[in-house]
T-cell receptor, first 114, second 115 residues
Framework: GNSVTQMEGPVTLSEEAFLTINCTYT??????LFWYVQYPGEGLQLLLK?????DKGSNKGFEATYRKETTSFHLEKGSVQVSDSAVYFC?????????????FGQGTILTVHP | EAGVTQFPSHSVIEKGQTVTLRCDPI?????LYWYRRVMGKEIKFLLH????????ESGMPNNRFLAERTGGTYSTLKVQPAELEDSGVYFC?????????????FGPGTRLTVT
């Protein structure tokens, strides 16, 4: 079946540090890949997505590139801020008969200190 | 535009009791999804409604869980009788269209604690 594996957290960084959160996936076919973020007290919201190989999703300074050869979709940001503290979820949608189903990784807690 | 809302935000019940969670999707969204996250693990899909029909209920764990979406608007998820392992956060999401490339809009979740 389909699965997503994220690097284990929590991740603690100082403001302006470089961020990488690793995400790899297993899926049949050609899934779409997503990063969702959950800020404290809120629901998940889409951060960025990529729907085909070599696509780069970007938003709010975050980037991730869909790498089919390594089945990866690592999240990066060059300079994190305290306001980036949140839980980050990598997810995929493989389409097919379960075309509404998102498969999530376990989430990575990011804490950014001033 | 109001987002996805869920009620209650937190529920504490005893094992064997019944709990009903409610989700109000974004107005006009035909697609509604339920997910849950147990004890810091991954968020798992439960089911997908298209309007009032169950498109995919492959993630429903057992027959103690019953989801409905009468009239194709809000949805309820009933757990009867609740067990300890049902504790977790239940998320609802909605979208105007469904498919591999489409974003889902999530509510804040209902935290269910079964004691």
């Amino acid at each position: 079946g389909n699965s997503v594996t994220q690097m284990e957290g929590p991740v603690t960084l100082s403001e302006e540090a470089f961020l990488t959160i690793n995400c790899t996936y297993t899926a049949t076919g050609y899934p779409s890949l997503f990063w969702y973020v959950q800020y404290p007290g809120e629901g998940l919201q889409l951060l960025l997505k990529a729907t085909k190989a070599d696509d780069k999703g970007s938003n709010k300074g975050f980037e991730a590139t869909y790498r089919k050869e390594t089945t990866s979709f690592h999240l990066e940001k060059g300079s994190v801020q305290v306001s980036d503290s949140a839980v980050y979820f990598c997810a995929l949608n493989a389409g097919g008969t379960s075309y509404g189903k998102l498969t999530f990784g376990q989430g990575t807690i990011l804490t950014v200190h001033p | 535009e109001a987002g996805v809302t869920q009620f209650p935000s937190h529920s504490v019940i005893e094992k064997g009791q019944t709990v009903t969670l409610r989700c109000d999707p974004i107005s006009g969204h035909d697609n509604l999804y339920w997910y849950r996250r147990v004890m810091g693990k991954e968020i798992k899909f439960l089911l997908h409604f298209v309007k009032e029909s169950k498109q995919d209920e492959s993630g429903m764990p057992n027959n103690r869980f019953l989801a409905e979406r009468t009239g194709g608007t809000y949805s309820t998820l009933k757990v009867q009788p609740a067990e300890l392992e049902d504790s977790g956060v239940y998320f609802c999401a909605s979208s105007p269209q469904a498919g591999a490339a489409y974003e889902q809009y999530f509510g804040p979740g209902t935290r269910l604690t079964v004691t």
